[in-house]
């Protein structure tokens, strides 16, 4: 009688928790008190239940749901009778938790027992051989359900598709496929997938177009994937598919819609995608959101993006959930990477400081970003901080991130630290090699670019069509005539890369810089080469620096026919015609200028001081300590000619007197920015500045004999690369 009240007792008490289980579970998993296994455990060792296998495995799924793993373990260990059901709840549970070795080993001691798995048992095995890609194992617990002729259903079969894709062997899975009896939409999806990952386009639409019955994850997997693979325009097309078959669109396809969007970087599809969220009521979605800011930074709309930005609900909560987090991370991420991409560098600084202030995780991709910053405003200290905040919060420098510090030390004016950084980056690949040789070159070190070069193809690193872009710049600064030539052969006959517009127009530079003009109209000639715009813009610019006015008046008549509304020959042809006292032609290439409504782009230099940016035009009196300045100037400019410094009047661009030529000249922008830099930093303090365009030869000049009388290294960096001037002498050595 008693054993018959115990079992009795066992069956009413396993019916009571199942039906009580939701309920009890929700209030006690986040309440201090005792959890809800330990409740069950206690209460059935006391009425003497936990001996019977259905209770035992019961408290077991309470643990394994509670993430109590240790006393799963050992309750299940303890238990004196185990069936398939015990054994299933801790596989799966521990399938659920990502231990997939441990799931095996315990399918193994489930064998050696001799309890036979059920589907559900074999379903969550499978799982974990997909995650660890254990093709070997999967294919075992495949042959032995073909051994004990276990009855299989599409679940099963699926996992076992899983495996054989996920393990990369395709011809398995394809085997398996055919021999399917029953495919259901999950079938098709793994084998789409399947095409997708090896890139076989063809297949993977063909498979698409044979599923019987799409639902919206078929469609979902299909367009996801044709995005991945780079085809833009079948994405388009089978959206509005979807839209004409009256497919209901979900979270992910509206993603992809709008990752479309910023791709082809069409903004009317995106508003339009972003019209259909509103009229849904589901545009404040976190994911949606986030995807709709990435959407608009991408296509330059940062007014769109930064509104929908500020009015994210999340701004008022004080706690967030994980995935809320996660999003806000990517939407802040976005917002810095956007204002960067579009130019809008101090916003992107900006951004990212009110992100560090709220307190959310700064990823990767916003560090990276914010160090780009840095690069392209030449902030040194603001670089070197990212960097430092990089280093605190566990960033290891991998191959991507050295590359970005690298390129924003070489901006800001450091060479030594991107060295540092180069050499301290384990098993460098071609981008950083790449990164190097650029920091080089735009240092005006030519001769140590191409070494470095020789060293990387000494080191069986091969080169790529940007390697060759950066090696062939560098020996255009440098002179470099005989490597310059090797290297542009090297890259056609040895590596097989087709010259690029950018490869052509530094060999145009190359030969046009050291002077050779005819070899440069030759080149251009023998290329084929007359349709591209950049060659010409070098050719001229190297007329104008060898002073040849009328092979300069030839060029500029052809890149006008090119580009009639670009400013740049117009000013380049004026200045060679001032230079040369042909002051009428000068004034008509200026009148043609303000006939076709082209305005000449200011010259512009600015210095960092104190984390405050200070800029300067020609002549300008808009700074607060200007008297100073000028005043300053002019005393240190009497003292250069002292020493030998004498202002160059053919290079003022206006039909003035000598005096006046001189006064003009003396007020040029680096000029100002170099003066307020002296009167506002102690005397051992490297001055750094930046310059819109290229320096000019006078204050060039200018700036070598200052280094000189106060034994001040002044660093500028132009439009084109960084002068180093000390004790007299500049890094390009005179040929810029």
Known sequence: MRRAYLRTSCISSNSLLKHTHNLEFQRFQHSGYQSLPDVHHAKSVKDGSLHHLNVGSYVISLYMKSKNLDYACKLFDEMPERDV???????????????????????????????????????????????????????????????????????????????????????????????????????????????????????????????????????????????????????????????????????????????????????????????????????????????????????????????????????????????????????????????????????????????????????????????????????????????????????????????????????????????????????????????????????????????????????????????????????????????????????????GIKPGTEHFTCMVDLYGRAGHLNETKQFIHENGISHLSSVWKSFLSACRLHKNVELGKWVSEKLLQLEPSDEGPYVLMSNMCAADHRWEEAAEMRRLMQQRGINKVAGQSWIQLKNQVHSFVMGDRSHPHSTEIYSYLDELIARLKEIGYSMDAKLVMQDVEQEQGEALLAHHSEKLAIAYGIISTASGIPIRIMKNLRVCSDCHNFIKFTSQLLNREIIVRDLHRFHHFKHGSCSCGDYW
């Open 85 to 495: 059901r015990s054994w299933s709840i801790l596989i799966s549970g521990f399938a659920r938790t990502g231990a997939c070795r441990f799931v095996l080993e315990l399918f193994k001691e489930m064998l050696v027992e001799r309890v036979c798995p059920n589907q559900f048992t074999l379903s969550s095995v499978l799982k974990s051989c997909s995650s660890l890609c254990d093709f070997q194992m999967g294919k075992g617990v495949h042959g032995w359900i073909l051994r004990n002729g276990i009855e299989v259903d599409v679940v099963l079969e699926n996992s076992l598709l899983d495996v054989y894709v996920k393990c990369g062997a395709l011809d398995y899975a394809e085997r398996l496929f055919e021999t399917m009896k029953e495919r259901d939409t999950v079938t098709w999806n793994i084998m789409m997938g399947a095409y997708m990952h090896i890139g076989d386009m063809e297949k993977a639409l063909e498979m698409f177009r044979r599923v019987p019955c799409k639902d919206v994850a078929s469609w979902n997997t299909i367009v996801y994937g044709l995005m991945q693979n780079g085809d833009e325009r079948c994405t388009l097309e089978l959206l509005y598919e979807m839209v004409e078959n009256g497919v209901s669109f979900q979270d992910v396809t509206f993603s992809v819609a709008l990752g479309l969007a910023s791709s082809l970087h069409v903004v009317e599809i995106g508003r339009q995608i972003h019209g259909c969220l509103v009229r849904l009521g589901i545009d404040n979605d976190g994911f949606l959101r986030s995807s709709l800011i990435d959407m608009y930074c991408k296509c330059g709309r940062m007014d769109k993006a930064s509104l929908i930005f500020k009015r994210t609900p999340l701004r008022e909560k004080y706690k967030f959930t994980s995935d809320e987090v996660k999003t806000e991370i990517v939407s802040w991420s976005s917002m810095v990477s956007g204002y960067v991409r579009n130019g809008e560098h101090e916003y992107g600084l900006i951004t990212f400081r009110s992100m560090l202030r709220e307190q959310f995780m700064v990823d990767r991709f916003s560090v990276t970003s914010v160090v780009s910053a840095c690069a392209n405003l030449g902030s040194l200290l603001l670089g070197q901080s990212i960097h430092a905040l990089g280093q605190k919060v566990g960033y290891i420098s991998d191959v991507h991130l050295s590359s970005c510090y690298i390129d924003m030390y070489a901006k800001c004016g450091s060479l030594t630290d991107a060295w540092m950084i180069f050499t301290l980056t384990h098993d460098p690949n071609v981008v950083l090699w790449t990164s190097m040789i650029s920091a080089c070159a735009l240092h005006g070190q030519g001769k140590e670019a191409a070494q470095l070069f020789e060293l990387m193809i000494r080191e069986g690193m091969k080169p790529n069509e940007v390697t060759f872009v950066v090696v062939l710049n560098a020996c255009s600064h440098a002179g470099l005539i005989e490597e310059g030539s090797k290297y542009f052969s090297l890259m056609k006959e040895v590596y």
